[in-house]
């Protein structure tokens, strides 16, 4: 099917609590150079989609990585809306302090470390710092991510990667909907998008239902539906099963 907005977004928009995902790869799932280059590898239109989620959800995450590698503003420009509260999840503070999203007056930004870690210091007032205890390896659970978010009026999320935040997120099993756009793009190298743990047999693989987009310029939207997999993501193959969107 030709893309349409209205049906790709019309559960996040009609949802009362939902966490989205979202990543831009190559035919062969990769989201960036070795050199950390994204920008851009899908077209315009699928960026249009991206921003037209941003105005769609009332928070989105990303993860330290990407703000210190990109550097991005994480605002709607390309869409009619309002530019959702803007999170950055950096356990260890190790985010520039310069970084745009944090100066440019678009909107509140939330920080997030990990308990007993440095926070960041010298920040606008309009950036608000919450800390939450990590985890044994040192990552914060997605969950208590999503409820302090839920607690801050933001029931609607869009993880917008990168790829390690939002493959801990699906392998925490918090992610309802997964969008990727696939580009008409051989890497051969790079930064994958998904790294989730090893599974050995096929019938323990993610395999959603999904309904695919296409955009005019050639990328391809897969839309699919997370929720009836759960149960395969975090460990408990039997309880997996497939969903109708
Ligand atoms: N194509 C796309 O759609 C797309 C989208 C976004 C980014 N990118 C690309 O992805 C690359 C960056 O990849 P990345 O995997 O490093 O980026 P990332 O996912 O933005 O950042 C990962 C880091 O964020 C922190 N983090 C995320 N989730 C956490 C959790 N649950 N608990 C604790 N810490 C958490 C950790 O910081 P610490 O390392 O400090 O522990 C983690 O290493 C860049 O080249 C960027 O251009 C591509």
């Known amino acids: 099917m030709k893309y349409d907005p209205e049906t790709a977004l019309a559960r996040i928009r009609a949802a009362d609590r ?3 995902g979202q990543l831009g790869q190559t035919l062969d799932g990769r989201v960036a150079t070795v050199t950390g280059e994204s920008l851009y590898i899908n077209g315009r239109e699928a960026l249009a989609h991206l921003h037209h989620m941003r105005a769609s959800v009332d928070a989105l995450i990303v993860g330290a990585g990407t703000v ?3 550097n991005p503003r994480m605002t709607v420009r390309l869409a009619d809306g309002k530019t959702p509260l ?6 260890n503070g190790r985010v520039p302090v310069k970084s745009q999203c944090f100066h440019d007056d678009a909107g509140p930004v939330l920080v997030i470390h990990a308990e007993g870690m440095t ?16 985890r044994e390896d040192g990552t914060i ?3 208590h991510v999503i409820d302090a978010l839920v607690q801050r009026g933001c029931p609607r999320v869009l993880i917008e990667g990168g790829p390690r935040t939002l493959s801990l ?9 997964l969008h990727i756009m696939v580009a008409p793009m051989l890497m051969g190298s790079g930064k ?4 989730l743990p090893p599974i050995e047999k096929l019938s323990d693989a993610i395999s959603p239902a999904s309904k695919t987009q296409i955009f005019d310029d050639g990328d391809v ?16 193959p039997d309880s997996a099963g497939r969903q109708a969107l």
């Open 86 to 91: 803007r999170v950055v999840l950096d356990p």
């Open 169 to 177: 997120a699906v392998e925490g099993g918090i992610v309802d909907e």
């Open 141 to 143: 659970c997605p969950h």
């Open 119 to 134: 926070p960041l210091s010298d920040l606008p007032p309009s950036v608000e710092i919450l800390t939450l205890a990590p």
């Open 68 to 70: 210190a590698l990109d």
């Open 192 to 195: 994958r998008g998904f790294t």
């Open 221 to 236: 939207l897969f839309i699919c539906d997370l929720r009836g997999q759960r149960g395969a993501v975090i460990g408990f």
């Open 18 to 20: 939902i966490v989205v």
